[in-house]
């Protein structure tokens, strides 16, 4: 089981003309287990609460939240009421920032204060290429679970190097993304190598046309 690590937030709520709270939360909380985060909430009370959109973003990129799944509300209620959602995949190396997007029944939106969770490697290295086959560009994804030097480059059967990808420092535990054209390769079978002080690995990759 993977090291866990938890923040707390609250929510940010606007209040109808009438003065009522329509959700009322206790916390807001998120937690690694091995490559997922574990999402916790609880209310203490809710009124005319549809349900919840769980967004995300990558904490170093410009994006925009973006919706994961929607959790049903308990509708109104005076009593207590957990809620948990897990990611439903290994999430990249790095910071990752959730909030919830509480919707009431008649369309009212607020959110939380977002919490951000650090994601670590469970292993040395990780490193993929999508798609595969790859026709015309591919993106290559790769992070080391100790800071250091590393080259990734692609190689055809004969062993010999075709484009050098990456040849610098990575930061620990932090993905790095990159953008491959393979239009100038011959089809067939290539080889992704990642080499660092730390680490050796290969991957195949089928060009196609």
Known sequence: ????????????????????????????????????????????????????????????????????????????????????????????PGSHTFRLKQVDTDGTTSFTDPVTVDVGLSGA???????????????VEFALKQEGPVTVSLYNTLGQRVKTIYDGRVKAETTKRLRVETKGLSNGLYFLRMNGPNVSANKRVMVVR
């Open 1 to 92: 089981e993977g090291a866990k690590s938890s923040v707390d937030a609250r929510f940010e709520l606007h209040v109808d003309p009438n003065g009522a709270l329509p959700v009322e939360m206790s916390n807001f909380a998120g937690e690694t287990d091995d490559q997922q985060v574990v999402l916790s909430w609880t209310t203490a009370s809710e009124q005319n609460n549809a349900g919840f959109h769980v967004q995300h973003k990558r904490e170093e990129s410009d994006a925009s939240f973006t919706d994961l799944t929607f959790v049903e509300g308990a509708g109104t209620t005076q009593e207590p009421t957990e809620y948990q959602f897990r990611t439903e995949k290994e999430l990249d």
């Open 125 to 139: 290295y990780r490193l993929s290429s999508y798609p595969n086959p790859v026709r015309g560009q591919a993106t």
